[in-house]
């Protein structure tokens, strides 16, 4: 089973500041990797796919990068409905989540 | 706009059976090449993949619960449907049901709302 690292478990982060969240896995997964925002009572929304490309209606606020083990997201000017926690998540090989960066305000 | 909505008992004897269902709307579940899949949330272990199924009906299990899982679609329904067996406290979660995107078990863009199943006598 491929193990996703997500860090930090939880960021404080001010409004218009940039956020820089981490993703590492314990094999490499190419560029398979996608990241999830999910606020709380609500399912999972995709925000990235294939590393980098933002899914439909995602603000250009939000950016992925990496590849093999390594994978970051980053929000460049965090919003007030930018709070939420984040999810990692690796296609490679099945299906793996990470255990969740929650994004709170400092 | 593609829909799901997750349905069943919101309660599961311990070693019981585990069954839901999910109604897609907005668009047909025989799409070909089409990917539907269940994925659950709990406090314990986060968000975890449980299976897939695609429009041909062939289907994909998590390896960690591949003896217990089965998967299943209904074209003429326009409905897939979860059926977990042997069920414990450690199955308690909340229950989605998706669709992955483009034509494979990719990322998943479309999810239900989320049912929650608990366990217990």
């Known amino acids: 089973e491929v193990v996703l690292t997500q860090s930090p478990a939880t960021l404080s982060v001010s409004p218009g500041q940039r956020a820089t969240l981490s993703c590492r896995a314990s094999?490499?997964?190419?560029?398979?990797v996608a990241w999830y925002q999910q606020k709380p009572g609500q399912a999972p929304r995709l925000i990235i796919s294939?590393?980098?490309n933002r899914a439909a209606g995602i603000p250009a606020r939000f950016s992925g990068s990496g590849s093999g083990t390594e994978f970051t997201l980053t929000i460049s000017s965090l919003q007030s409905e930018d709070f939420a926690v984040y999810y990692c998540?690796?296609?490679?090989?099945?299906?793996?989540f990470g255990g969740g960066t929650k994004v709170e305000i400092k | 706009q593609l829909q799901l909505q997750e349905s069943g008992p919101g309660l599961v004897n311990p070693s019981g059976t585990l069954s839901l269902t999910c109604t897609v709307s907005?668009?047909?579940?025989?799409?070909?090449?089409?990917?539907w899949g269940w994925i659950r949330q709990s406090p314990g272990k986060g968000l975890e993949w449980i299976a897939s199924v695609n429009s041909n009906g062939k289907t994909y299990n998590n390896p960690s619960l591949s003896s217990r899982v089965a998967i299943s679609v209904d074209a003429s329904k326009n409905k897939f449907s979860l059926k977990l067996n042997f069920v414990t406290a450690a199955d308690t979660a909340v229950y989605f049901c998706?669709?992955?995107?483009?034509?494979?078990?990719?990322?998943?863009?479309?999810w239900g709302q989320g049912v929650l199943v608990t366990v217990s006598s």
């Open positions: 294939g590393t980098s």
């Open positions: 998706a669709r992955h995107s483009g034509g494979g078990l990719r990322s998943i863009p479309y």
């Open positions: 907005g668009g047909a579940i025989s799409t070909i090449n089409e990917y």
């Open positions: 998540q690796q296609y490679n090989i099945w299906f793996t």
């Open positions: 094999q490499s997964v190419a560029t398979n």
